[in-house]
């Protein structure tokens, strides 16, 4: 399992990302895919979840309604777009599979939102 996040950058507040995580080695289309991140001197948390099929989607209430998660099974690749970033959403993004009970990780990007 390979997961490869990118997209991250320095934004000013207000302004918006599109993170890309480009996954391979699994059966992209057959499991749910959820990112996470972490701030500096905080415990990672979950941001947002897709479904397999991507008809189901979940997001953590800091984050509804700015948000929006997706997946192309076509390109075995989950996005997360974020608009109207906020300084407390800087941190380092992760994509994550549970596959045959064990989660995989990829690298992290990291989005920093500053003036």
């Known amino acids: 399992v390979q997961l490869v996040e990118s997209g991250g950058g320095l934004v000013q507040p207000g302004g918006s990302l599109r993170l890309s995580c480009a996954a391979s080695?699994?059966?992209?289309?057959?499991?749910?895919m959820t990112w996470y991140r972490q701030a500096p001197g905080k415990e990672r948390e979950w941001v947002a979840r897709?479904?397999?099929?991507?008809?189901?989607?979940q997001y953590v209430d800091s984050v509804k309604g700015r948000f929006t998660i997706s997946r192309d099974n076509a390109k075995n690749t989950v996005y997360l777009q974020m608009n109207s970033l906020k300084p407390e959403d800087t941190a380092v993004y992760y994509c994550?599979?549970?596959?045959?009970?064990?989660?995989?990780w990829g690298q992290g990007t990291q989005v920093t939102v500053s003036s």
């Open positions: 080695g699994f059966s992209f289309r057959s499991y749910g």
């Open positions: 994550s599979v549970k596959s045959r009970g064990t989660d995989y």
């Open positions: 897709i479904s397999n099929s991507g008809g189901i989607t």
